[in-house]
């Protein structure tokens, strides 16, 4: 490696990482042996990574708050270059792709929000609603599960507040 490139992107000891990201050293040798992120070895054997790998691993972390799984995430990442640091742009088609997958799962969490208090169709039946909207559980005919959170109607089945 040349000097101007140990420079420019100077490789880290693995506790520089961890200290930096918050991430366990366990945690780093956990996500290197998934294939997340990637390490050279030193002479001396030890692992050093390149400076671009604190930004994955923070977008790992926060990836994983979100509730994608490591494999989600690494089928993300695979796009990105491993053997350089990202550009910019690199980063904004990730990030792209995931704001896309965000947006509706956003879209999700208030469906759910707004349909907790009220006849979600998964068939219970234990509210006065759910007699109102799914009586006899008719929204079952529609599929498996909360039929009504996930996207289905009680008009779907036939059903009106009219009707009861």
Same mark, same amino acid.
């Given at each position: !490696? ?10 880290? *000891?693995?506790?520089? %990482?961890?200290?930096? #990201?918050?991430?366990?050293?366990? *945690?780093?040798?956990?996500? @290197?042996?998934?294939? =997340? ?10 692992? &050093? $990574? &390149? +400076?671009? %790998?604190?930004?994955? =691993?923070? $977008? ?11 494999? @989600? ?13 990202? #550009? @910019?742009?690199? /980063? ?7 704001? #896309? ?5 956003? *879209? ?18 234990? =509210? @006065? +609603?759910?007699? !109102? /909207?799914?009586?006899?559980?008719? *929204? ?9 959170? =996930? ?8 059903? #009106?507040?009219?009707?009861?």
């Amino acid at each position: !490696m040349s000097r101007s490139r140990r420079i420019s992107d100077p490789l880290l *000891a693995i506790g520089a %990482v961890a200290q930096r #990201t918050g991430v366990t050293i366990s *945690a780093i040798r956990f996500y @290197e042996g998934k294939g =997340l992120i990637s390490s050279e070895r030193a002479t001396s054997g030890h692992r &050093r $990574f &390149r +400076k671009s %790998v604190i930004r994955r =691993l923070s $977008f790992i972390l926060i990836s994983q708050r979100l509730g994608y799984t490591l494999d @989600e995430i690494k089928t993300q990442l695979d796009r990105l270059p491993n053997g350089r640091t990202p #550009t @910019e742009r690199d /980063w904004n088609r990730l990030a792209s792709r995931f704001a #896309t997958d965000i947006d509706a799962r956003i *879209a999700g969490l208030q469906t759910l929000r707004s349909k907790l208090d009220a006849c979600i169709g998964c068939g219970c039946l234990s =509210l @006065e +609603k759910c007699r !109102m /909207w799914n009586p006899d559980d008719v *929204a079952s005919d529609l599929g498996d599960g909360p039929r009504y959170l =996930l996207g289905d109607t009680s008009e779907d089945v036939g059903v #009106t507040v009219r009707d009861r």
